[in-house]
């Protein structure tokens, strides 16, 4: 995913944001109030939690980086990339399974995992994604993995896992709740929410990042995405509230 700019031309300050892909249907329109309400305009950069820790690690510039779990802005606390002793939870994800209307197969459930005419099930990169580990524990929970393993599409992400399922490249997709709430998603597709016990909590934890050129502004945001209003239009589109 590349950038998205949220803001008119001339706002002066500017945040640099690094975003788990499962916020990228979410927070366009809270970015986009939050300049309205502060003229400050976000700089987002969405992808793989992994991958923008790795690019924090190398030096990127980001302001505020807003993972998929907690353990990867721990990574950065441990390397002293971060000005917290541990990450602050602004929501919790939702794992689901999705799948198109027009496969021919069983309404989404526990029992379609099992169907033996699911040939290919898209699932973000467990090894890049916290969404990814969420499905790789789901199906190792239902003692299933080992018997889809071989049909799994791996996407580098989770918004690339529901473009996998969307787009008919998987028959259905271990996706996050924010993905499936699209639109396009669903108007397409429909959806079965994952029984939370199969998996550990989706966690998602932010910090800021001690070299920011815009440490306040960072805050603020932070701050933003904390506060009741924001929180309640984040359980609108797929997150858990913290509070």
Not at 4 to 29: C, F, I, K, N, S
Not at 50 to 59: F, H, R, V
Not at 157 to 165: G, M, V, Y
Not at 185 to 208: K, T
């Amino acid at each position: 995913m590349g950038l998205a700019l949220v803001a008119p031309a001339g706002a002066q300050t500017m945040v640099r944001l690094a975003a788990a892909a499962d916020l990228e249907p979410v927070l366009p329109p809270v970015l986009a109030e939050f300049q309205q309400q502060t003229g400050i305009r976000a700089e987002v950069t969405y992808k793989a939690s992994a991958m923008l820790t790795a690019q924090i690690l190398n030096g990127a510039p980001f302001d505020l980086f807003l993972s998929a779990d907690l353990g990867f802005p721990e990574r950065l606390i441990a390397a002293g990339l971060a000005n917290s002793a541990a990450p602050v939870t602004y929501a919790k994800g939702t794992l689901v399974l999705w799948e198109r209307k027009d496969t021919h197969l069983p309404p989404p459930s526990l029992a379609l995992l099992r169907d033996r005419n699911l040939r290919r099930l898209a699932i973000a990169n467990p090894e890049r994604a916290p969404y990814g580990r969420a499905a790789v524990a789901a199906l190792k929970s239902l003692k299933l993995y080992a018997a889809l393993e071989p049909r799994l599409a791996t996407a580098e992400n989770i918004s690339q896992a529901a473009q996998f399922a969307e787009s008919a490249n998987a028959q259905a997709g271990l996706i996050s709740l924010t993905s499936a709430l699209t639109p396009e998603l669903a108007s397409s597709g429909r959806y079965f929410v994952i029984p939370r016990d199969l998996y550990p909590p989706i966690e998602q934890g932010a910090v800021i990042v001690n070299k920011a050129q815009n440490g306040a502004a960072a805050r603020k945001l932070l701050d933003f995405l904390l506060s009741p209003p924001v929180q309640a239009e984040l359980a609108k589109r797929g997150l858990t509230p913290v509070h």
